[in-house]
């Protein structure tokens, strides 16, 4: 029984987990029609956040708690920016971005060299339940619920939502909470559950990672549990692939990346694109005093 | 019942000028009294330190290299597209720099090979930042997540590089090139990290853009694309050809960076993250702080350059925080901007409904 339950342990690894709840944050997110190019930053700021409160507190429930809470602020921040001040997606995600890498590595720094100090041991069952779970209600919720459905008219055609009684605002404020927080477990997993230690700059990246990730899957929640487990699998063998295979590391970093452009590429140049298709007003600026113009 | 709504409005240009001026100032006190807070140092003293480091010459180092991409920046923004692979292109103009530099004679022929090494990374940068554009005119991709993926392309490919086939033989095992001839260097400024042929291309750029985007066909067009594609169409002028061209320029620029990086900063090829250093992303804010106007562009990338160099005046014991400030403070800054412009766009009205 051991050999695979070890195996076991390696395929459904933290960072399966990590990552499935980074992706499908994004997924709720853009769904909506928010542009999420703040990601990167609120997954590094959780990673840091999570760092240092487990230093400061030993409740693991706490630390979570906490760092979702952040990442809720940092929303509601986003979500004032883009809806009541009506400033472009792109540039409100990046300064964002940049102030929360700063705040993280401000409140992780002083801890600087020392290991994290909770450890949620997380087996296989933990990381396939959850991650399939999770997967199936953000599905549901999505395309089978009215509040879904609100967030995907949001997202595809704000103005005519706004025409049916949805108010699109609000529903784009639930969507970035409930993604954001998400996110941030995501970021907390990551750092807690799979990595234990923080040096600067730990965590940039992976939000464009888990990002690359939702494209890749057409944001739909199910294909992004497969694709996320797929390429996790694939990091954490990263180096066994390499002394096998002779795969460069390099290959496999930029690996997702490619799938993401490839994937589309394919899908907008194919017919397909009638099929599935990104949220068609993501990343634009909705006035809404404009709405009957 | 009572009910807010924002209402569009035009601000004179000097009121403009004084909002965003007073916003940016602000932002720094702001900053100054968050990290005095965090860092129990005397807010006279991060004054002092801040006043410091813009008068510190190593910012044009920082200020050339914005000045340049933040220019192609605002001719791509004009025309309301978005390139944000700056960072990728800039990348991938210091690998054809670096090739020209390390692997063909010319590196060893002084000027000429710095030359030829600066046009093929600008051709590499306008071909990363073609891809992107014509994904989006002809298969409608959006070009915010196409540039944002082709940055990792490029990070990724320099690693290969480096860490594969073009892994120098003096280097100890480092993931780095050897260094290029030194007739490829590009000098510095004896003591600062600065050189002059970078600062006056920046500075000649600035004329440069600034007359195209004011005064040619093609400027013109570029600006009216923003606003409205078909009127450009309508008024028989291509809209296919100036949305790419506004965008090959924005990529273009950003890869004659990478270029100017790679002879005269690093001289080496090192891993994509590196070099990119975000410089292109931190590009992007200068080029919007700037209001997209090219002669602002230049005042703008010298308020975020002597962040920069803040970055290395800030210690405490040997941790160094600077890092970690600079990039709050970048953030701070442009989120200001961003409310500032909207509250000049915008009046806040108070209607009964």
């Known amino acids: 029984m051991e050999p ?62 906490l760092v979702v809470l952040a990442a809720i602020a940092v929303a509601l921040v986003v979500s004032l920016i883009v809806n009541v001040f009506v400033a ?37 069952y933990w990381v396939l339940g959850v991650s399939v779970v999770l997967a199936l209600a953000v599905w549901y919720m999505l395309y089978y619920t009215k509040l879904g459905i609100a967030i995907r008219a949001s997202g595809n055609n704000p103005y005519a939502a706004e025409a049916l009684g949805i108010h699109v605002w609000r529903i784009r404020t639930l969507a970035l909470v409930a993604g954001y927080s998400l996110i941030a477990l995501g970021g907390a997993i990551y750092e807690l559950g799979y990595i234990g230690i923080w040096s600067q700059g730990l965590g940039v990246g992976r939000g464009w990672l888990a990002l690359s990730l939702a494209i890749a899957s057409m944001w739909h929640p199910l294909a992004a549990l497969g694709i996320t487990a797929v390429y996790s699998y694939v990091e954490t063998s990263m180096w066994a692939l390499q002394l096998a295979a002779g795969i460069p590391a390099a290959v496999i970093n930029a690996m997702p990346f490619l799938t993401a452009l490839g994937i589309v590429v394919a899908v907008h140049a194919t017919p397909v694109k009638k099929r599935v298709s990104p949220p068609r007003a993501l990343g634009a600026e909705y006035f809404r005093e404009e709405r009957t113009a | 019942m009572l009910r807010v709504v924002l209402v ?36 006279q003293t991060l004054l002092f330190k801040v006043g410091e480091s813009y008068a510190n010459l190593n910012t044009l180092r920082y200020f050339s290299t914005l000045t340049i991409i933040g220019l192609g920046l605002t001719v791509a923004y004009s025309a309301k597209l978005w390139n944000i692979g700056a960072e990728g292109q800039l990348v991938v103009g210091a690998i054809g720099a670096t090739a020209v530099a390390l692997f063909t004679p010319l590196g060893h022929i002084p000027v000429l090979g710095i030359v030829v090494g600066l046009i093929l990374a600008s051709l590499l940068g306008l071909l990363w930042g073609l891809a992107a554009i ?74 440069l853009v600034y007359m195209v985007m004011k005064f040619t066909r093609l400027g013109i067009a570029i600006r009216a694309y923003g606003s409205n594609p078909r009127a450009v169409e309508l008024s028989g002028i291509s809209s296919f050809r100036t949305a790419v061209a506004a965008f090959v320029i924005s990529a273009a620029l950003a890869g004659l960076a990478g270029g100017f990086e790679l002879f005269a900063v690093h001289r080496k090829l090192v891993p994509g993250y590196k070099i990119g250093a975000g410089l292109g992303y931190i590009s992007i804010i200068v080029a919007w702080l700037s209001g997209l106007n090219p002669l602002l562009v230049p005042l703008s990338a010298y308020y975020v350059s002597g962040l920069m160099v803040f970055r290395y005046v800030l210690q405490i014991g040997t941790v160094n925080i600077g890092d970690a400030f600079a990039q709050f403070f970048i953030g701070i800054a442009l989120l200001s901007t961003l409310a500032t412009s909207s509250l000049a766009r915008y009046k806040i009205k108070v209607v009964r409904s």
């Open chain 2, 134 to 207: 014509l994904l989006k005119l002809k298969l409608g991709l959006n070009e915010v997540l196409v540039t944002l993926l082709l940055n990792y392309i490029a990070y990724y490919t320099a690693d290969y590089l480096v860490y594969g086939p073009w892994r120098g033989i003096y280097v100890h095992g480092y993931p780095e090139t050897d260094l290029i001839p030194q007739e490829s260097w590009l000098l510095r400024v004896y003591g600062y990290s600065f050189s002059y042929p970078v600062l006056l291309t920046a500075l000649i750029l600035v004329v």
């Open chain 1, 4 to 65: 695979i339950t070890q195996m076991l342990d390696n395929v459904f690894s933290p960072l399966t987990l990590a990552m499935v709840l980074m992706v499908l944050g994004d997924i709720v997110v853009e769904h909506s029609g928010v542009l999420n190019i703040g990601i990167d930053g609120v997954v590094a700021l959780s990673v840091a956040l999570s760092f240092a409160l487990s230093l400061t507190t030993n409740d693991p429930v706490l630390v979570f708690a």
């Open chain 1, 88 to 124: 472009s997606h792109v540039l409100t995600g990046l300064a964002v971005g940049f102030a929360c890498y700063g705040l993280g590595s401000i409140a992780a720094l002083p801890h600087l060299g020392r290991s994290a100090g909770v450890h949620p041991t997380l087996h296989w």
């Open chain 2, 8 to 43: 569009r409005r035009e601000l004179g240009r000097r009121t403009y000028a004084v909002l965003m001026g007073s916003s940016a100032v602000l932002s720094i006190l702001v900053s100054i009294v968050v990290v005095a807070l965090a860092s129990s140092m005397p807010p």
